[in-house]
Nanobody
Framework: QVQLVESGGGSVQAGGSLRLSCTASGSTYNKYYKQYCMAWFRQAPGKEREGVARIYTGGSSTYSADSVKGRFTISTDNAKRTLYLQMNSLRPEDTAMYYC???????????????????????????WGPGTQITVSS
């Protein structure tokens, strides 16, 4: 069982920065916290939920969508069971509800990491936080 809670959302002017946090808890996560694919998704009104960034907690490789590459950085602090998304140079088109998601992946680290970095669909993730709103004004 995994519980995810996001924080750090808010309103900012274009060009500004925010850092989102997602704290994970639960018996399953605490036992297998190095075997999770953690991801940030976002959903703007009237649009589909899209993947922003992903990271495998047992490795160091990350994936970022082209729309945020060079501006957003995903990272984890396993000791704190926390996922982060540092967002710089924010644009009005980044306005959306941002969600943290988790998926446990079994198997060797290299294969699990590769799978995580290619897991694009929200349907592949079974655990979600309630979301946090980001609003970027021009």
């Amino acid at each position: 069982q995994v519980q995810l809670v996001e924080s750090g959302g808010g309103s900012v002017q274009a060009g500004g920065s925010l850092r989102l946090s997602c704290t994970a808890s639960g018996s399953t996560y605490n036992k297998y916290y190095k075997q999770y694919c953690m991801a940030w998704f976002r959903q703007a009104p009237g649009k589909e939920r899209e993947g922003v960034a992903r990271i495998y907690t047992g490795g160091s490789s990350t994936y970022s969508a082209d729309s945020v590459k060079g501006r957003f950085t995903i990272s984890t602090d396993n000791a704190k069971r926390t996922l982060y998304l540092q967002m710089n140079s924010l644009r009005p088109e980044d306005t959306a509800m941002y969600y943290c998601a988790a998926k446990i992946i079994w198997g060797p680290v290299a294969a699990a990491s590769t799978y995580c970095l290619t897991a694009r669909s929200p349907a592949e993730f079974g655990d979600w936080g309630p979301g946090t709103q980001i609003t970027v004004s021009s």
